[in-house]
């Protein structure tokens, strides 16, 4: 197994360039959306955290980027916008060349910060 990136700059450079574009993207959406969120490695992938909880995190897969909400509920509650997008109970997969659309990961990481909020 290999070692985890000791910080996102760092694992964002491992990867193919049309990867690391697209999470790149990603990244600066979610730090538009959270502003007061922390970014470090968490569980080995780019990981922002709220009020010292996870909020939002990203990786590459072999065959896919991922955005991982981390939440059933706000997936649900979501349900209707995401048709359409390769989803799981808490994550959404996208292709490095159809990026998520910022509006789209702007209302999940805001409805992860409601959510956290009401915790």
């Given at each position: 197994?290999?070692n985890?990136?000791?910080?996102?700059?760092?694992?964002?450079a491992?990867?193919?360039?049309?990867?690391?574009?697209?999470?790149?993207q990603?990244?600066?959406?979610?730090?538009?959306?959270?502003?007061?969120?922390?970014?470090?490695?968490?569980y080995g992938?780019?990981?922002?955290?709220?009020?010292?909880?996870p909020?939002?995190?990203y990786?590459?897969g072999?065959n896919?980027?991922a955005?991982?909400?981390?939440?059933?509920?706000?997936?649900?509650a979501?349900?209707?916008?995401?048709?359409?997008?390769?989803?799981?109970?808490?994550?959404?997969?996208?292709?490095a060349?159809a990026?998520?659309?910022?509006s789209?990961?702007?209302?999940?990481?805001?409805?992860?910060?409601?959510?956290?909020?009401a915790?």
């Amino acid at each position: 197994m290999q070692n985890p990136a000791p910080d996102v700059d760092d694992f964002l450079a491992n990867l193919p360039d049309d990867v690391r574009t697209a999470l790149q993207q990603l990244r600066e959406t979610i730090r538009r959306a959270a502003p007061d969120a922390e970014e470090r490695i968490g569980y080995g992938v780019p990981a922002f955290y709220y009020k010292k909880r996870p909020l939002v995190s990203y990786a590459a897969g072999k065959n896919h980027c991922a955005f991982y909400v981390q939440s059933p509920a706000v997936m649900g509650a979501h349900q209707a916008e995401l048709a359409g997008f390769d989803t799981t109970k808490g994550t959404v997969r996208f292709q490095a060349d159809a990026p998520l659309p910022a509006s789209l990961v702007e209302k999940l990481v805001n409805a992860r910060i409601a959510e956290t909020d009401a915790a």
